[in-house]
């Protein structure tokens, strides 16, 4: 990972990263909670004591500038760091009321309820399209045929790209469009059936046609799912997601409703950032 290294611009205000207890109502329910949660590579830390809540069924958006802490936070929900040599995650990760960094739960098992898009179209370049979708089922015991059948069809359909390879579901995977590879991949991701999907920057490399279609099934999926987002791009934010926490040197600076956030902005760094003046 690269150690935060963004220069901060001149404000005269501190950076205030608490969360006004305004930014949600009472009476919703949070499938995930980061508390207090810190990230360090050795001696260098890359995220500060950051607090989200993440409302069931909805979209959280990520934004900062690059290096800004918003990939390795995102890492977090779903215990990537542990596959990450030197790497210390602090602070507790709740999926409803179980501390996913309590030492009796299995990562694994884990990782089935915490589903991962990547940046990059990442299908297996060997197997089929099919194969692609069952393979964390497969690798779970899953061998029943009609149930794979059934899986592969409803997670295509999810991320919309059924219509489109119902008929050539044996054909390689890479012989696939990029936008048509990264809904391959957000369905490999559903058919393990998670609770929460999390998205590093799904649309960075794709064209504005393909960046169209990732954006309606995030917005068809957050039905069933909670999603959290990382991006970039704060008109793909303020369009896909119903929170959006801004991060700047790996604190968290400011967490409201999208809307909110960028029309009446709370703290000037956060202002300047939706404002285009730096990052």
Sequence with gaps: ?????????????????????SVFNEEKKFKMIAENVSVYYGNTMGVKNVTMKFPEKSVTALIGPSGCGKTTFLRCLNRMHDMTKNAKVEGK???????????????????????????????????????NVVAGLKLNGVK???????????????????????????????????????????????AIQPEVLLMDEPASALDPIATQKIEETIMELKKEYTIIIVTHNMQQAVRVSDYTGFMYLGELIEFRETKKLFTDPKNELTAKYVQGHFG
């Design 1 to 21: 990972m690269t150690a935060l290294s963004v220069s901060p611009p001149k404000i005269t205000n501190s950076i205030d990263s608490e969360i006004p207890s």
């Design 93 to 131: 990760v709740m999926l409803d009321d179980i501390d996913l960094y309590d030492k009796s739960i299995d990562p694994i098992y884990h990782r089935r309820k915490v589903g991962m898009v990547f940046q990059k179209p990442n299908p297996f370049p060997t197997m089929s399209i099919y194969d």
């Design 144 to 190: 029943d045929k009609r149930i794979l059948d059934e899986i592969v069809e409803d997670s295509l359909k999810m991320a919309y790209l059924w219509d489109e390879v119902k008929n050539d579901l044996k054909k390689s995977a890479i012989e696939l469009s990029g936008g048509q590879q990264q809904r391959l991949c957000i369905a490999r991701a559903l």
